[in-house]
Nanobody, 124 residues
């Protein structure tokens, strides 16, 4: 059974930082062979891609509006994906999801496995 379990979400003041983690287990292939991504969804809005990291060597790819504030990384030995978020803004408030999939992409439709999400709330 595939499980992606996010953690690290919390309430934070604007300007603060958070580090999200996503622990994977039960994937059909090794963790290193998957393209991985972070997505977020705010109430009333569509799910949007935040950052993606390629299978193997781990090349990052960011949503243009978030470049410079967010950093995606992974530890293949620990089967864990991370998202470091800095200089947080109220508009970053959302449920954050991790996903594993076939393509190195920010499109949710290219991902096959999803976690349940972790809430990040940024107050001004």
């Amino acid at each position: 059974q595939v499980q992606l379990v996010e953690s690290g979400g919390d309430s934070v003041q604007a300007g603060g930082s958070r580090r999200l983690s996503c622990a994977a287990s039960g994937l059909p292939f090794s963790f290193a062979r998957y393209n991985l991504g972070w997505f977020r969804q705010a109430p009333g809005k569509e799910r949007e891609g935040v950052a993606s990291i390629s299978a193997g060597s781990g090349i990052p790819y960011y949503a243009e509006s978030l470049k410079g504030r967010f950093t995606i990384s992974k530890d293949n030995a620990k089967n864990t994906l991370y998202l470091e978020m800095n200089s947080l803004k109220p508009e970053d408030t959302a449920m954050y999801y991790c996903a594993a999939g076939r393509q190195w992409s920010l499109s949710p439709r290219n991902y096959d496995y999803w976690g349940q999400g972790t809430q990040v709330t940024v107050s001004s």
